[in-house]
């Protein structure tokens, strides 16, 4: 499996398939600070290669597989991330095309926007792990990366929380979950870790208190990842894993919980086995346009910040990340 996947790293880079299909790609917003949490803290790093393959091969498989190969070769796939590729998991970054073409080629403005989405996430790693930067001066250039991302509304997702119930109560609604328990479970841990890592940043006083807490939450999602019976049982909210982030940047927050409920609302959408196809490429382009929408089905910012709690609590999100 992985000389698989070597080949296709090695075959297939972002920039000879977009070639390939004339397509439009994300650009980095510039400065000095990227790729700066690959290079101080790259354990923690190299794990968003991994969740790249494998967000990338669970819609691959949904959309080419009857349910019941689906099941097979999902129960293969978590075996294989949670056993080989989380483990040690890839130097470079993955392309997704090579993983998931004919998801690509379906739903091309939603995998465009799944990336926009992720390459926020790692500009702001970026930007709190680059100890050059005085707090006041990160701080600004997190809200000029974020600035930059909402520039693109061709791609990016609404900056304020949405409401629960576009991800809870549409007919196509938990399919997956339901379904797929464990692989859910896997990927609600890769959330729970992606919006957990910022905690450290922001509580650590010190370099080294940093360095510490990044690693603590790398090993907390280890421990879940060897123990699925640790794994959230409710989608993980940044307000409530990440409080300290979420009060600093709450248009980011916002933007990774709308992100990250897209991803479930996909997955439900292209387990449903009532819609056909060509219903399901509709119905996806109908609900990335709904996530976009910053006028329309929302939460109340305090309603927001209260999600931990009317989850059930935090602990069923996997716990807050970074607590005091």
Known sequence: MIRTLALALLLASPLTLAAQDGRDESMYYPGSFNWQFLKQYPDAAKL?????YGHAILYERLLTLPNDRA?????????FLTRDLLVHPPKFSIAEEAVMPHYARFAWPAKQAFDWAHL?????????????????????????????YLSDADYAFAAVPKAMELM??????????????????????????????????????????????????????RQMVADPARFPTVMPMTSAVAPRFSAAHPRAAAIFDNLHMTHDIISDILAS?????????????????????PKDKLMGWDHWKMMGEMMGGVDKMGGEAHPD
């Open 48 to 52: 968003f290669h991994a969740f790249d």
């Open 71 to 79: 099941t097979a070769a999902l129960a293969t796939d978590f075996d």
């Open 120 to 148: 926020l996430h790692r500009q702001i790693y970026d930007l709190y792990a680059d100890e050059r930067l005085a707090p006041a001066r990160r701080d600004s250039l997190i809200e000029r990366v974020t600035d930059a």
């Open 168 to 221: 809870d109560d549409q007919p196509f609604s938990q399919r997956f979950r339901k379904e797929q328990p464990k692989f859910n479970g896997l990927i609600w841990a890769y959330h729970w870790l992606q919006v957990g890592l910022y905690e450290p940043f922001l509580a650590g006083k010190t370099a080294a208190d940093r360095r510490a807490g990044v690693d603590g939450v790398v090993r907390r999602f």
């Open 273 to 293: 086995t009532t819609m056909s196809r060509s219903a399901k490429g509709s119905e996806i382009r109908k609900q990335l346009a709904e996530m976009r929408n």
